[in-house]
Nanobody, 118 residues
Framework: QVQLVESGGGLVQPGGSLRLSCAAS????????MRWYRQAPGKERALVAQ??????SYADTVKGRFTISRANGKNTVYLQMNSLKTEDTAVYYC?????????????WGQGTQVTVSS
């Protein structure tokens, strides 16, 4: 059974850094597209970063500050967040999408809270 579990969220001051982890089970992360989304209070869930076989990509709001990566031996995806801003405050979610017999299934983690505040 596919499962995603996020961890690493917490409280950090503006300008600080934080690393989120997404531990996957039921599949191998190196074989599938992985994404990080975030959702701030009163706002829609937004794509933050993506990693595929072709490389990684980022939303303009986090480009140059965030890095998505994989640790294949641990079957884990990371989101390294540097130079954090108050507007980065949100619940961060790990996501993957798999195809079975031509039909797609979406999988979400439970989310981890990131709060950037002085």
């Amino acid at each position: 059974q596919v499962q995603l579990v996020e961890s690493g969220g917490g409280l950090v001051q503006p300008g600080g850094s934080l690393r989120l982890s997404c531990a996957a089970s039921g599949f191998t992360v190196s074989s599938y597209t992985m994404r990080w989304y975030r959702q701030a209070p009163g706002k829609e869930r937004a794509l933050v970063a993506q990693i595929t076989a072709g490389g990684d990509s980022y939303a303009d709001t986090v480009k140059g500050r965030f890095t998505i990566s994989r640790a294949n031996g641990k079957n884990t995806v990371y989101l390294q967040m540097n130079s954090l801003k108050t507007e980065d405050t949100a619940v961060y979610y790990c996501y993957t999408r798999h195809s079975y017999s031509g039909r797609w299934s979406d999988y979400w983690g439970q989310g981890t809270q990131v709060t950037v505040s002085s």
